[in-house]
T-cell receptor, first 113, second 113 residues
């Protein structure tokens, strides 16, 4: 069974803080993704990576960056958190060549005050 | 602009009856469609998919129907069980690349015992 874990279930940060969200998968998947989920907007892709040190922007990359130093780990960084980044963040992974069937982590609910 | 729409935010069905979840899309280039299921405090999990060359795909109690001319996708669950209570997301893909996968906003299904 694929397991995708996220470092925190709930996080409260202050405006301007640098925030790190960590994601680890244990199935040797090449692809990893970060989404945010907001009411009425579905899942929106922030960044994805198809290999170590490789990254591609998704639909809403502004205000975010990512890091993938190891195959199993994909980090999402909020350089200077803002209140409009309060959201549910979901990490996912998939096999190379299969972008559609993704395995998701449980999510991190981030509140920026 | 939402390319994949789930116009019903919620649906309640009696146990044993049929649940029908609907999804509409606007992009005629979509060629692969998926349904994901999400329980509270968990990430979405892949449920069933269909390629645009088919109009029906069945997996146990779950059947997905695709009407390309109407740009409409539906998920039928027969018979519905209380354990099916979850949020269901439809997703559509326009080829390879994570930027080509679009999720709907979700429909919360409640199956009443």
């Amino acid at each position: 069974d694929v397991k995708v874990t996220q470092s925190s279930r709930y996080l409260v940060k202050r405006t301007g803080e640098k925030v790190f969200l960590e994601c680890v998968q244990d199935m040797d998947h090449e692809n990893m993704f970060w989404y945010r989920q907001d009411p009425g907007l579905g899942l929106r892709l922030i960044y994805f990576s198809y290999d170590v040190k490789m990254k591609e922007k998704g639909d809403i990359p502004e205000g975010y960056s990512v890091s993938r130093e190891k195959k199993e780990r994909f980090s999402l960084i909020l350089e200077s958190a803002s209140t409009n980044q309060t959201s549910m963040y979901l990490c996912a992974s998939s096999l190379l060549g299969n972008m559609e069937t993704q395995y998701f982590g449980p999510g991190t609910r981030l509140l920026v005050l | 602009d939402q390319q994949v729409k789930q116009n019903s935010p919620s649906l309640s069905v009696q146990e044993g009856r049929i649940s029908i979840l609907n999804c509409d899309y606007t992009n005629s280039m979509f060629d692969y469609f998926l349904w994901y299921k999400k329980y509270p405090a968990e990430g979405p999990t892949f449920l069933i998919s269909i390629s645009s060359i088919k109009d029906k795909n069945e997996d146990g109690r779950f059947t997905v129907f695709l009407n390309k001319s109407a740009k409409h996708l539906s998920l039928h669950i027969v018979p519905s069980q209380p354990g099916d209570s979850a949020v269901y997301f439809c997703a559509a893909s326009a080829g390879t690349g994570a930027n080509n996968l679009f999720f709907g906003t979700g429909t919360r299904l409640t199956v009443i015992p």
